[in-house]
């Protein structure tokens, strides 16, 4: 009793000002308003949006020797559970010793506060808490459309007249080609911005939609019922299909219709400044056909093509034109399959030089086994199914822009598939890849200090390791939880969900406009320029990157706390399509999984 008032009196007088409000009220008051008022603690982690009453619930205390914790009930205060603490660990880098507290008995829908060692924190139990964050994910992609106007109805505050038309764009002297000759113009417009920048790259984006368009797949019920409200919300698609193929009609006009081959990216020569689209004058290029580009394009839109093809009725032809796109970009490829983006080397060679996001990569074979396994289950063609054979992965490997074996493997893994023949065997060969990840991946996890199998290596912290580490792992056991039926697949899934969303060593929620503590000042340009205060919301950012490469000044160069919310940390503190790709495919199927 003494531990909750002391507690109690305590949040009142740091939130309202007000030591004569009741316990209960004042509680009532501070949780009332949790998404804006409510307090982080700080010494306790735990996800700041809530669990499923199913879901395993643990949090992490970073104070000390704990005894005891306690969960009232946020409205009446009454005593719910008395737990003891779990086990205590440290990782290697950090002396901080962090207890475990399991507070997994509490399954009943409502709000909570956990109190331990004179801190306390706020939580909430909630049947489909991760829908709203799922569909904020989503809409995130409508927030980084070019070439429309971003309305109202649509964006509210956030509202934004159109630019970057991209309707004369310059084919930079790097892509020439016998019809298309240096400095001829072409239009390119739409798509998505890439992040925090205002260019457009086809690896990334057809990534960004290969990653979603998997998820898709494997829930077509949940997606078939999600709204997002953008402008083709009321049409007989999927937002998530609508919103993929804003983005796909512009990849189609990445393609040089002379040869097949696909440009790398539609890009200013040097990043804009922090200012808004329709200030930026600098002249847009496309720029070298890269086999890279030419493969990741080639794998999405071939994906495509068999998703869409219900959907003749809002998108007539696009089923039948995106797999002769897809077809041809990967003839190009096999025909240039040493033409990798060498930024350096080009502005060695021609001007002006161009100098922002590379997209780089020394190897095109998982390009291409990714490619040709879309290629093959969306023809049937027995040339495709040789070229994965030729480009067969040895390892599975969290997906990424730059590694897309995973999204390979998830095309022939994808539930609801039947095989005969020879593809009985390739199938079951990547479904061993796939469960020797997952086995290695969550080993330890269960007594690690974040409880997750995400953030016990310092190799788990880099640049956008929040979605390309951390969220990109958990989709990853959901893919193999869905062969499986293995359960510790999934808890450990949703552990990782928990360590984005605030169970962590820095106690952010890494989502704009999510949490109690959440990005504030993300390097975005969008977020930074358009005269309100808020950055616009659901994103995820990059998170702790000791390598640090912006030069800002950093809290911590602990591995897991290196991470400064500031708008010039490009290396921590971005966002990004690929980033906010992983977080849907998570959020989504995690939300899905539980909504059954
Ligand atoms: O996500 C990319 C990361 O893996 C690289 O280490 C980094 C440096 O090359 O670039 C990241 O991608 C950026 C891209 O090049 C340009 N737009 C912003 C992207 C996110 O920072």
């Not at 801190?119 to 964050?133: G, I, R, Y």
């Not at 080009?346 to 990714?370: C, H, I, M």
């Not at 979605?467 to 808890?491: F, M, R």
Request: net charge negative; with cysteine; proline share 6%.
């Amino acid at each position: 009793e003494m531990q909750r008032s002391l507690v109690g009196s305590e949040m009142c007088i740091r939130d309202r000002k007000n030591s004569d409000m009741n316990i209960t009220t004042c509680l009532f008051t501070v949780l009332g308003g949790m998404a804006t008022l409510g307090h982080p603690s700080e010494t306790v982690r735990l996800n700041q949006l809530g669990y499923y009453p199913q879901q395993e619930k643990v949090a992490v205390v970073n104070a000390g020797e704990v005894r005891e914790f306690t969960i009232v009930d946020a409205a009446t205060g009454n005593r719910l559970l008395s737990g003891k603490p779990g086990y205590t660990a440290s990782s290697a880098w950090s002396d901080k010793s962090r207890t475990i507290l399991d507070f997994s008995d509490i399954t009943v829908p409502g709000r909570y506060l956990l109190l331990v060692n004179g801190d306390s924190v706020a939580f909430e139990v909630k049947e489909k808490v991760l829908s709203p964050l799922a569909d904020a994910a989503l809409k995130s992609f409508y927030y980084q459309r070019t070439g429309m106007p971003i309305e109202a109805t649509y964006a509210g505050r956030w509202s934004r007249p159109a630019g970057h038309p991209d309707d004369k764009v310059l084919v930079h002297p790097n892509a020439a080609g016998p019809e298309r000759k240096a400095g001829a113009v072409i239009s390119s417009p739409g798509g998505w911005y890439d992040a925090g920048d205002y260019n457009k790259y086809i690896v990334n984006s057809a990534y960004s939609i290969g990653l979603m368009q998997a998820i898709y797949a494997r829930f077509p019920d949940y997606f078939i019922r999600q709204r997002v409200n953008i402008p083709e919300s009321g049409n007989h698609t999927p937002d998530l299909l609508d919103e993929m193929y804003y983005n796909l009609k512009w990849m189609l006009t990445m393609q040089d219709p002379a040869d097949g081959g696909v440009y790398h990216k539609l890009t200013t020569p040097s990043f804009e400044g922090f200012i808004k689209p329709t200030e930026c004058k600098q002249p847009r290029y496309v720029v070298q056909k890269s086999v890279t580009a030419a493969l990741d394009y080639a794998a999405a839109l071939a994906q495509a093509s068999v998703l869409f093809a219900p959907y003749e009725e809002d998108y007539p032809g696009f089923s039948e034109v995106a797999l002769q796109a897809a077809e041809r970009a990967y003839a190009w490829a096999e025909a240039h399959p040493q033409a990798l983006y060498h930024q350096d080397l080009l502005n060695k060679q021609y001007q002006p030089a161009v100098v922002t996001g590379a997209y780089g990569d020394r190897s095109a074979d998982d390009e291409f086994f990714w490619a040709a396994s879309e290629l093959y289950l969306a023809t049937g063609k027995t040339v495709y199914r040789e070229q994965v054979k030729k480009h067969l992965p040895t390892a599975y490997k969290t997906p990424s822009w730059g590694n897309t074996t995973a999204l390979g493997v998830f095309a022939w893994l994808q539930p609801g598939r039947e095989y005969q023949g020879e593809d009985v065997e390739l199938a079951n060969a990547m479904k061993d890849l796939l469960l020797d990840y997952a086995a290695e991946a969550v080993r330890g996890a269960d007594r690690s200090p974040f409880h997750a199998p995400y953030g016990n290596d310092a190799k788990d912290f880099f640049w956008g390791c929040l979605a390309e580490g951390c969220a990109n792992q958990a989709t990853s056991l959901v893919c193999a939880y869905l062969l499986t039926g293995e359960k510790s697949y999934l808890t450990n899934a949703y552990r990782n969900m928990d360590y984005i969303l605030g169970k962590n060593a820095t106690g952010y929620c890494y989502v704009t406009g999510f949490g109690m503590k959440s990005p504030l000042y993300p390097h975005h340009r969008l977020s930074a320029s358009d005269d309100i205060e808020a950055p616009l919301p659901g994103f995820l950012v990059g998170g702790p990157n000791p390598g640090q490469q912006d030069g800002v000044p950093y809290p911590s160069n602990l591995p897991d706390e290196s991470y400064a919310d500031v708008e010039g940390s490009y290396a921590s503190n971005e966002i990004a399509i690929n980033w906010s790709a992983a977080l849907v495919a998570l959020v989504s199927s995690l939300d899905a999984l539980m909504s059954k």
